[in-house]
């Protein structure tokens, strides 16, 4: 089944534990990327990378960071977690050359920095 | 600047009457991609549509259309009959051809749906 999976789906940590949300997805997608979702403001674009070894800011990428050492993986890391960094985060993977904004989301994380 | 705009908040309806979702949109690009996609309370994110800015018919997929027009900057999505399984956050998106390379949404704030029996 093609998917995009992320883990945890729900954490709780406090401020300054270094956490990572894994992403990974089985259908060889070129494009990856990750927003967050808070009321109110819908999602916004944190990092995006469009194959191995590339990545580039979204629209909020402070305080968080990524990687892409392999194309199915897509981890994003928060190196010292704040609690404004509280929120449901989704991972998203598209094959390069389809129309921009065909995603394929991940079922979402639920984060919560106390 | 580009930006999409819901301003229903939240829509409370009863089973099987119609609602329309309103979703306003900008952007200075003359292609673009408008998108509607659902949450439901289970979280996850299910693409319903896509629609380039060059096609402006409308669509019908069972219970539910789309109803685009250029002139008013207007991608509205009107659900007939509505069932309680509807209910979730909608979403109304943009995704402009200049910056495809970044694969970026622009979303709205989501509209909330809470269909009652």
């Known amino acids: 089944e093609a998917q995009v999976t992320q883990n945890p789906r729900y954490l709780i940590t406090v401020t300054g534990k270094k956490l990572t949300v894994t992403c990974s997805q089985n259908m060889n997608h070129e494009y990856m990327s990750w927003y967050r979702q808070d009321p109110g403001l819908g999602l916004r674009q944190i990092y995006y990378?469009?194959?191995?070894?590339?990545?580039d800011k979204g629209d909020v990428p402070e305080g968080y960071k990524v990687s892409r050492k392999e194309k199915r993986n897509f981890p994003l890391i928060l190196e010292s977690p704040s609690p404004n960094q509280t929120s449901l985060y989704f991972c998203a993977s598209s094959p390069l050359g389809r129309t921009a904004g065909e995603l394929f989301f991940g079922e979402g994380s639920r984060l919560t920095v106390l | 600047a580009q930006k999409v705009t819901q301003a229903q908040t939240e829509i409370s309806v009863v089973e099987k009457e119609d609602v329309t979702l309103d979703c306003v949109y900008e952007t200075r690009d003359t292609t673009y991609y408008l998108f509607w996609y659902k949450q439901p309370p289970s979280g996850e994110l299910v693409f319903l549509i896509r629609r380039n800015s060059f096609d402006e018919q409308n669509e019908i997929s069972g219970r539910y259309s789309w109803n685009f027009q250029k002139s008013t900057s207007s991608f509205n999505f009107t659900i007939t009959a509505s069932q309680v399984v509807d209910s979730a956050v909608y979403f109304c998106a943009l995704s402009e051809a200049s910056s495809s390379n970044t694969g970026k949404l622009i979303f709205g704030q989501g509209t909330t749906l809470q269909v009652k029996p």
């Open positions: 990378s469009m194959n191995v070894e590339v990545t």
